[in-house]
């Protein structure tokens, strides 16, 4: 996924272990985690947490025509 804009949220691995701000399962170091830079939070890469996260993030971006 290209960052648009330096405050869109985005995929990265994770340096320490974490809880996931949606579901709060634990993120291990070196997972992938979906970071939101607004809110300083992370989603796992789960599929209803950071993988229906970034799903609904791009469609919202392809919507307001920022392919």
């Excluded at 949220?9 to 939101?36: M, Q, T, V």
């Excluded at 890469?45 to 799903?55: I, N, P, V, Y």
Aim: net charge positive.
């Amino acid at each position: 996924m290209r960052r648009a804009v330096a405050r869109d949220p985005y995929w990265l691995e994770c340096r320490s272990n974490l809880k996931c701000a949606r579901c709060g399962a634990e993120i291990k170091r070196g997972d992938r985690a979906f970071y939101f830079p607004n809110t300083r939070t992370l989603h796992c890469e789960g599929d209803d947490c950071g993988g229906q996260s970034a799903r609904d993030f791009e469609a919202a971006r392809f919507d307001e025509g920022g392919l």
